[in-house]
């Protein structure tokens, strides 16, 4: 990591670090038998991915183990954070593998804050013993980067391995970009703004997509998080001199954004196709297919019209071309029977052929670096752009409190700003409010310290 918190290595004292498994390999063997196991499997799915999901990865599964039963729910990140919490506490997790959101995941591994201020207990197994024999032999680097630091922040445990990468990408309509004289993407922000405004007076509307309406699925903070690193701020603190340049920046962006990014979110792109828009700001890269595809209300888009690329770089020399990786982690909660049958069908969630396979269905970028060997020709413009991007990796560090900064920002920084007419004077004083904030909240249910190591900024984005 180039830059790594302090916080990390104090603030796993407050944890209690579950029980090792043991170095044993639950074999291929035990999967031939009679008895029949039925695995709850939570992920949190868009409705194309679960499709999928549902239709091709879990019966290859189990037609290849006839006795594993996969029994699939679809879930919110946040909303699994409160239910695989409810099933540990009952003692009643049952035969459990999750895929959470690599945000979310924190909160499960340092439990919820007690009454003392102090967050005393995992809702994970540690799976330090088993987790070789799950992750595939090779991994993309940020993932390997990701592996590595793992256990040297949770006291020599591991609570997940990375199932499936994610990263914004830039998408954009060539043929309303062209009619604007624009034939290259922006590469710095200084162009994104000038092309902005090209498009503006071309087409007498705003061309530019923000993902600026939904806190609850965190889309804005998400968003924005990357804009800031790339601008050389910390995000996690709200109101550093990066911080304020970045949502300066977009603040004078928004004059040209479609009027609609008030209400944007990550499932919101069908307007790149419809003509609302041309310029489609840092999405996920599942859309791609469903874009090039096109179904009865969305116009399928050509390859050649559909551009995507890692995005224009910030004013940031040394952070400017970083991207937040998002995706989900394989984990398993305290307590769960049957590891024999949990750990088969982690490794097949992780095998090159499933993670081809969704790379090609889903364009969810995989982490099993074999995946990327041989794939067809038609993707290679949507993995060229993922792998641009995956190139220079940032983290949103898993704190427990993440829920709480996502709230903040959203409530204290980006409605007074953006959604109810602050404007570029209020960046600086609505920033500050959500620190103070941060700040209390902090105190208050995590102690003094937790709160000083805050304000020093120890908590900040992970680079790999």
Do not use: C
Request: glycine share 10%.
């Amino acid at each position: 990591m180039r830059r790594m918190s302090a916080v990390w290595a104090i603030i796993v004292v407050i944890v209690a670090v579950a029980a090792g498994l043991g170095g044993f390999y639950y074999g291929k063997g035990q999967a031939t038998g009679s008895t029949n196991v039925t695995v709850t499997y939570y992920d949190d799915l868009a409705s194309s991915e679960a499709s999928f999901m549902t239709g091709t990865l879990i019966p290859m599964f189990e037609a290849q183990y006839p006795n594993i039963h996969i029994n699939y729910v679809n879930i919110d990140a946040s909303d699994m954070v409160t239910k695989i919490t409810a099933l540990v506490q009952a003692g009643s997790v049952g035969t459990t593998l999750i895929a959470e959101d690599n945000l979310d995941i924190g909160e499960l591994i340092y439990g919820p804050p007690t009454a003392g201020g102090t967050g005393n207990m995992t809702y994970l197994q540690n799976i330090s013993a088993i987790a070789p024999y799950i992750e595939p032999p090779s991994m993309i680097p940020s993932m390997t980067a990701l592996t590595n630091y793992e256990p040297t922040s949770y006291g020599g445990a591991t609570y997940f391995i990375p199932f499936r990468a994610n990263t914004p990408l830039t998408f954009v309509n060539w043929t309303t970009l062209n009619s604007a004289g624009i034939t290259s993407l922006p590469s710095t922000t200084g162009q994104l703004l000038a092309d902005a405004a090209a498009l503006y007076h071309t087409t007498g509307s705003g061309q530019v997509m923000f993902q600026g309406g939904e806190p609850a699925s965190a889309s804005t903070s998400t968003e924005t998080f990357q804009w800031q690193v790339q601008f050389g701020g910390n995000p996690m603190v709200f109101n550093d001199a990066g911080d304020v340049a970045a949502l300066s920046y977009l603040y004078n962006l928004s004059k040209y954004m479609n009027p609609s990014y008030t209400s944007a979110y990550w499932a919101t792109y069908a307007g790149l196709a419809n003509g609302e828009y041309s310029i489609l700001d840092y999405q996920w890269p599942y859309i791609y297919p469903l874009l090039t595809a096109g179904n009865a209300t969305l116009r399928a888009m050509s390859p050649s019209e559909l551009g995507v690329y890692p995005g224009p770089n910030g004013t940031s020399a040394q952070y400017g071309a970083d991207h937040v990786i998002g995706g989900d982690v394989l984990a398993i909660p305290k307590g769960a029977t049957n590891m024999w049958a949990i750990q088969l069908f982690a490794q097949f969630l992780l095998s090159t052929k499933a993670q081809q396979l969704m790379m090609i269905d889903t364009s969810n970028p995989a982490v099993n670096a074999q995946a990327y060997v041989g794939l067809p020709s038609n993707l290679s413009t949507i993995d060229t752009a993922i792998l641009a991007a995956l190139d220079h990796p940032v983290f949103r560090p898993p704190v427990p409190w993440i829920g709480e900064w996502n709230d903040l920002f959203y409530n204290d920084i980006w409605t007074p700003v953006f959604l109810n007419g602050g404007g570029l004077g209020s960046v600086q004083s609505s920033a500050n409010t959500a620190n103070s904030a941060m700040v209390a909240y902090l105190t208050a249910n995590y102690g003094s310290g937790v709160a000083g190591q805050y304000t020093a900024g120890d908590f900040g984005p992970l680079y790999a």
